[in-house]
């Protein structure tokens, strides 16, 4: 039913600051305040309140078909201009909606980084859940997303679940200190993927990104280092490929 992640929309009060911004934190010019990478688009939409993600979009061969087994799966969807939106009752509160995507769009330009240092596509996106079990049933169950991990950390103090989504990972994390309850899940935050770590770790501290220093990551064989500025608030990470540097 579900092909890829498709798209994610941020939502923030001056709007053409925050595309400025991430023109400078992606490498990449914008489009009508749309950002495409690799592997899922970013558009940006302009909003007088608190800048946050505010929905994701996933690709669909057919519509009709997706709609058709949502609804035997208990979900409620409303027909829109750009597909289906899914009732947020059955989606914990985080907006989605499915789209029919036959052929991903051509990539942003860069602003003049190489592409080495630009980034070059989604790795993850995370959903704050205070509610697991519930997560897994909705995300697996229903969507039918791959579960490929399920693992509990005390050092890290969270669960994390990742389902495979085309060729990136929606990422459901739980604060295990909070225990469980029945409130709403929330889009929380994004991990960029860049071919060349070092190179894009120099091009943004150059253009004035303050980024932390990088650190091996939880995946083997990965570094990463957190994102502190040009994220319109989004809680923001960039990991590199195999090896160090």
């Avoid at 023109?23 to 007088?48: D, P, W």
């Avoid at 409303?78 to 036959?102: C, F, M, N, S, W």
């Avoid at 071919?195 to 770790?201: K, M, N, S, W």
Wanted: charged share 20%; aromatic share 6%.
């Amino acid at each position: 039913m579900i092909a890829s992640l498709d798209h994610v929309v941020l939502r923030a009060p001056f709007g053409e600051a925050a595309v400025a911004a991430y023109e400078t934190l992606l490498g990449r010019r914008a489009e009508s305040s749309r950002f495409q990478l690799g592997n899922v688009g970013l558009a940006i939409e302009n909003e007088a309140t608190t800048a946050h993600l505010a929905s994701m979009a996933f690709a669909t061969e057919s519509l009709d078909k997706a709609e058709h087994l949502l609804q035997r799966r208990n979900v409620q969807t409303t027909r829109a201009g750009y597909g289906l939106a899914l009732d947020p009752a059955a989606t914990h509160g985080v907006p989605i909606a499915l789209i029919e995507r036959k052929d991903r769009p051509v990539m942003s330009d860069l602003t003049g980084a190489d592409e080495a240092a630009a980034i070059a596509g989604l790795d993850h996106i995370v959903i704050r859940t205070p509610n697991p079990e519930r997560a897994v049933a909705f995300y697996g169950g229903r969507l039918g997303l791959d579960l490929r991990l399920d693992r509990s950390n005390p050092q890290w103090g969270t669960r994390l679940l990742f389902f495979r989504c085309g060729d990136l990972v929606v990422e459901i994390a739980h604060d295990l200190g909070k225990g469980v309850s029945a409130g709403p899940d929330q889009l929380w935050g994004l991990s960029w993927r860049v071919p060349d770590i070092a190179r894009a770790h120099a091009r943004l501290q150059k253009s004035g990104v303050e980024v932390s220093s990088p650190r091996d990551g939880r995946r083997p064989g990965t570094q990463v280092f957190s994102v502190l500025s040009h994220t319109a608030n989004v809680p923001t990470i960039v990991i590199g490929g195999l090896g160090r540097w």
